[in-house]
């Protein structure tokens, strides 16, 4: 099954609001990023994250590893803000980041 | 930011040929990946590299794939012969350490006719 669950797949939202994304571990995730893979295909590193909290910005990311998940909420989304969203989860032991398959944001005005 | 390079951005080849991909990771870079996209969908491991060597691979990376970065120059990934199934971005990606941030490259579109 899916070891990096992302939710909601897709996800439409007006300009100003505020939203957030969820990926759901079934490895024993120690740390998490997020990406932004932004229309044009480039993927933009957003937060590294080992369990705790960190904030950019209109980006505010989380990671519990006791719980298996990490959340990235968006504030006052802006049209820039589109594009496809990417968790991926490294456990201890290895080095490869596994990807959730993403969450599609398109904001509108 | 720090910039990973991928050349060429864009690759068309016959059925059977060898390609190969080339990636510039960031300089002081020291682990070393490939990722398979298709389609804009999941982006699948494919393969890391670090002191020279093939740390972890996934089923996707077949007997077909090598990798290698010679004295320190491009990372690059080869694929001999390839099929049409390996149609697909290729994503070079680079880290300092291990528990440090990911960088990706802007891709490079294989289309295999």
């Known amino acids: 099954g899916d070891k990096v669950k992302q939710s909601p797949s897709a996800l439409s939202l007006q300009e100003g609001t505020n939203s957030a994304l969820r990926c759901n571990f079934s490895i024993a995730a120690t740390t998490v990023q997020w990406f932004l893979q932004n229309p044009r295909g480039s993927l933009i590193n957003l937060f590294y994250l080992v369990p705790g909290t960190k904030e950019n910005g209109r980006l505010k990311s989380a990671f519990d590893s006791k719980e298996s998940y990490s959340t990235l909420h968006i504030r006052d989304a802006q049209l820039e803000d589109s594009g496809t969203y990417f968790c991926a989860a490294r456990n201890t032991g290895n080095y490869k980041y596994v990807f959730g398959a993403g969450t599609r944001l398109k904001v509108i005005a | 930011g720090p910039k990973v390079l991928q050349i060429p951005s864009h690759q068309i080849i016959d059925m059977g040929q060898m390609v190969t991909l080339n990636c510039d990771p960031v300089?002081?870079?020291?682990?070393f990946y490939w990722y398979k996209q298709i389609l804009g969908q999941q982006m699948e491991f494919l393969v890391n590299f670090y002191n020279g060597k093939v740390m972890e691979k996934s089923k996707l990376f077949k007997d077909q794939f090598s990798v290698e970065r010679p004295d320190g120059s491009y990372f690059t990934l080869k694929i001999q012969p390839t099929a049409l199934e390996d149609s697909a971005v290729y994503f070079c990606?680079?880290?300092?350490?291990?528990?440090?941030?990911?960088?990706f490259g802007h891709g490079t579109k294989l289309s295999v006719l």
């Open positions: 300089s002081n870079h020291l682990y």
């Open positions: 990606a680079s880290m300092y350490r291990a528990n440090e941030r990911l960088f």
